[in-house]
């Protein structure tokens, strides 16, 4: 059992990529972080030291704090904080532990994006359907919660990229776009080592809607009406994105907990 004060990495990792995720904060010195530069999915690096930043940043939300073995740094760091009100855990073995666990998802830090004020900035064509909703869905939930997504006329992308440094996505020749008969959520699962059976399952649904092979999985046909259907009752995009994000969430616990689930009429209901 955790101390009181701790979460143990399976119970993390069943709260990485849901609504209730707590703001995660990488503490490791950075000797310790050279000789693993990954992160925990979503999580933020901070210096142990800086209490202030830490406890802005958290803000009144739950927070996780790490650090490599689960010890003094992030124990001292999580106790100050409670101390200032803030509701804090430590990783319980810290990032050694949470790599040990079975499945663990580590995003390579080499992967990330230069943040730009605060977040990474992504950039990408007006008008989302599928891929560009679900790709800053798995950005926001896995990668970056601090993201902010550009929709912008496919003429402009490469001016406003450049102008901007905003990460271009599921745009023709961008690293981050289709690749032979995968999509771009398949690209950013590469790139960002986030391969679970929860995510690839959901991919598989993403690919075939995206696509037009609905063939490939009986959910894709669904996903594309929901998404049409989205995008006929929105002209702003970020409203659309809004709108649209709840729908991944629903997949993403679908593909996690639900995807054995059916319906039907129950027999002799009805007298």
Same mark, same amino acid.
């Given at each position: 059992? &955790?101390? %009181?004060? $701790? @979460?143990?990495?399976?119970? #993390? ?5 849901? /609504? ?90 080499? &992967?990330? %994006?230069? $943040? @730009?004020?605060?977040?990474? #900035? ?5 008008? /989302? ?90 959910? &894709? ?8 259907? #989205? ?41």
């Amino acid at each position: 059992m &955790a101390a %009181p004060n $701790a @979460i143990t990495p399976r119970q #993390l990792s069943r709260l990485i990529g849901t /609504p209730q995720s707590p703001v995660l904060i990488d503490i490791r010195t950075d000797p310790d972080f050279e000789d693993d530069p990954h992160l925990i999915p979503g999580a933020v690096r901070y210096a142990y030291t800086d209490i202030i930043g830490i406890s802005q940043f958290i803000s009144d939300k739950p927070s996780v704090v790490i650090c490599q073995k689960g010890r003094k740094l992030s124990q001292g760091v999580v106790s100050w904080l409670q101390a200032e009100g803030h509701q804090a855990e430590y990783l319980e073995g810290g990032m050694f532990a949470w790599c040990d666990m079975e499945g663990a998802l580590c995003v390579p830090h080499s &992967a990330m %994006p230069s $943040a @730009i004020e605060g977040g990474t #900035l992504w950039v990408t064509r007006h008008r /989302p359907k599928i891929d560009r909703i679900a790709c800053p869905w798995l950005i926001r939930r896995f990668v970056d919660a601090r993201a902010r997504f550009l929709f912008v006329a496919p003429s402009e992308i490469e001016g406003v990229a450049e102008h901007f440094g905003a990460a271009p996505f599921d745009v023709k020749g961008a690293q981050w776009g289709h690749r032979g008969d995968k999509c771009t959520f398949d690209a950013m699962l590469d790139g960002f080592n986030l391969h679970s059976v929860a995510l690839d399952r959901m991919a598989a649904v993403i690919r075939a809607a995206d696509t037009n092979c609905h063939d490939q999985s009986p959910e &894709a046909a669904g996903l594309l009406a929901l998404s049409v259907g #989205l995008s006929r009752q929105y002209r702003d995009d970020q409203q659309q994105l809004t709108a649209g994000l709840s729908l991944y969430e629903a997949l993403y616990r679908w593909a996690r907990d639900g995807f054995e689930e059916t319906h039907d009429w129950p027999a002799g209901h009805l007298q």
